[in-house]
């Protein structure tokens, strides 16, 4: 449950920040990428896009039988 939520978090604050770039490309005078809400926004981003990577890259070791086991 816990991981689908950040992976519907991930989507929600992907999408953000694709609406921040298109509209600081249109009027860069608002400031959307480089103010420090945005900044922040961003690093929650990241984290979770770190907790989400990280998990799918372990998750097929867990998966897998032991050595000597199959």
């Given at each position: 449950?816990?991981?689908r939520?950040?992976?519907?978090?991930?989507?929600?604050?992907?999408?953000?920040?694709?609406?921040?770039?298109?509209?600081?490309?249109?009027?860069?005078?608002?400031?959307?990428?480089?103010?420090?809400?945005?900044?922040?926004?961003?690093?929650?981003?990241?984290?979770?896009?770190?907790?989400?990577?990280?998990?799918?890259?372990?998750?097929?070791?867990?998966?897998?039988?032991?050595?000597?086991?199959?």
């Open positions: 449950m816990f991981f939520i950040l992976s519907h978090l991930c989507i929600v604050l992907s999408f953000t920040f694709l609406i921040f770039a298109v509209l600081d490309w249109y009027n860069p005078m608002m400031n959307f990428t480089t103010n420090v809400v945005s900044y922040k926004i961003l690093l929650v981003f990241c984290v979770i896009s770190l907790i989400l990577s990280i998990r799918q890259a372990v998750q097929p070791l867990r998966n897998k039988a032991p050595l000597g086991y199959d």
